[in-house]
């Protein structure tokens, strides 16, 4: 439940005569102070990725045999960007801010970044503030959306539509075998979502 505050002004004179403006706060109304805390995405973003090394800290000690399959599965993660995408004009801005994202999370194959917004809006609350940096670019604001396959925005506004939806993310984008949870640092999400709990927390593209 919301909770505020009730203020009101008024003006009147002060023992000198001269005129003074008075603030009344209405006592019984349950009052909510919040702290603003502004936060650069491109300083959350890396402290959510896993990915800092070639590949995260919980598959450092498995068989060979699972870190060649890992290390083929990491090469897969950063190969160029699918050719043959164009990106919508109307959308340039956004899809600008996207691609920093995934670059900030080490995400370049077109694959995993589909597979990944896709998970990221099946449980949004799950992964904040990650889902909520990513899926608010995704929103078609600035007139209709170019509905063709090639279209990077479309194939985007799609993908988050999949997980929405509820549908398989993992079926629908076979190409790209890992979870959310090996490209982002959980505790970090955690951290985050503890401190939304108390704290105002405004993530912003400005550095």
């Not at 045999?65 to 050719?83: G, H, K, R, V």
């Amino acid at each position: 439940m919301a909770m505020g505050c009730v203020l009101s002004t008024s003006l009147g004179e002060d023992a000198r005569g001269e005129e003074g403006r008075f603030i009344y706060i209405n006592t019984e109304t349950p009052m909510t102070l919040a702290a603003l805390l502004n936060v650069p995405i491109s300083l959350a973003l890396p402290l959510l990725s896993q990915r800092v090394v070639k590949y995260p800290y919980w598959a450092r000690h498995l068989s060979p045999a699972t870190s060649n399959t890992l290390d083929n599965d990491n090469d897969q993660m950063n190969d160029p960007p699918s050719a043959g995408l164009h990106d919508d004009p109307h959308y340039a801005a956004q899809l600008d801010k996207i691609t920093s994202y995934f670059t900030h999370l080490q995400v370049d194959r077109e694959g995993c970044r589909v597979k990944l917004l896709c998970d990221l809006a099946s449980d949004p609350t799950t992964y904040f503030p990650a889902s909520d940096i990513f899926l608010k670019q995704l929103r078609p604001q600035n007139g209709p959306v170019d509905e063709e396959p090639h279209n990077r925005f479309w194939m985007y506004l799609e993908a988050s539509r999949t997980g929405i939806s509820g549908d398989d993310c993992g079926r629908r984008y076979p190409d790209c075998v890992l979870s959310l949870n090996h490209i982002l640092n959980m505790p970090a999400l955690k951290v985050w979502q503890l401190l939304a709990r108390v704290l105002q927390i405004n993530f912003t593209d400005h550095y």
